[in-house]
């Protein structure tokens, strides 16, 4: 079993949809949770990041985590065909060196 | 503020050819890392660096090598080139304390 599990898409909706992203994992010892939004032919840029359980809210992009299940989710509201990207989970403990457990990315297209 | 710079952007090599991937951030940050990045594999850690003359090995290292003489520069190096590495190459790095890893933009990389 992977430590992160993340469904590869492609997910494709019209604009202005809602956007559900998922990931779980199996290590207990994570503790900080991010989104990377990567554009194609580019690098990962950082979206979102939290540490606690529960929602945190960024204009149209609310992330959430349930320790308890663990689960965490990316939600993009009012989806523009700018959001069509990859976008990928990670997650870190504070015991891991410093390093990222990255999720295997999700392809999203938003269309007209 | 530049960031995370890579070169060469692209590189095509024959089996068996040697070539450094040149990474070098401007942010002050301790740590840097190299990723792979695979079609629907996500992002693989190769190696990784607390600081100025101190490596470790990721999840991936066997035919890469690497060394930090100054905090800016990490290279990595791959000795005998073989198919099994062509890979989009990702450096990244972070500041001590913090969780969020900043991504340059990439080094595609063909070996035939």
């Known amino acids: 079993q992977k430590e992160v599990e993340q469904d590869p898409g492609p997910l494709s909706v019209p604009e202005g949809a809602i956007v559900s992203l998922n990931c779980t994992y199996s290590?207990?010892?994570?503790?900080?949770f991010m989104w990377y939004r990567q554009y194609s032919r580019k690098g990962p840029e950082l979206l979102m990041y939290t540490y606690s359980s529960g929602n945190k809210e960024d204009g149209r992009f609310t992330a959430q985590v349930d320790k308890s299940s663990k689960y965490i989710s990316l939600f993009i509201r009012d989806s523009q065909p700018s959001d069509s990207a990859t976008y990928l989970c990670?997650?870190?403990?504070?015991?891991?060196?410093?390093?990222?457990?990255f999720g295997t990315g999700t392809q999203l297209k938003v269309e007209l | 503020n530049a960031g995370v710079t890579q070169t060469p952007k692209f590189r095509i090599l024959k089996i068996g050819q040697s070539m450094t991937l040149q990474c070098t951030q401007d942010m002050n940050h301790n740590y840097m890392y190299w990723y792979r990045q695979d079609p629907g594999m996500g992002l693989k850690l190769i190696y990784y660096s607390v600081g100025a003359g101190i490596t470790d090995k990721g999840e991936v290292p066997n035919g890469y090598n690497v060394s930090r003489s100054t905090t800016e520069d990490f290279p990595l190096r791959l000795e005998l080139a073989a198919p099994s590495q062509t890979s989009v190459y990702f450096c990244?790095?972070?500041?001590?304390?913090?969780?969020?890893?900043?991504f340059g933009p990439g080094t595609r990389l063909t070996v035939l």
């Open positions: 290590n207990s010892a994570f503790q900080y």
């Open positions: 990244a790095s972070k500041a001590g304390g913090a969780d969020t890893q900043y």
């Open positions: 990670a997650m870190s403990d504070p015991g891991g060196g410093n390093k990222l457990t």
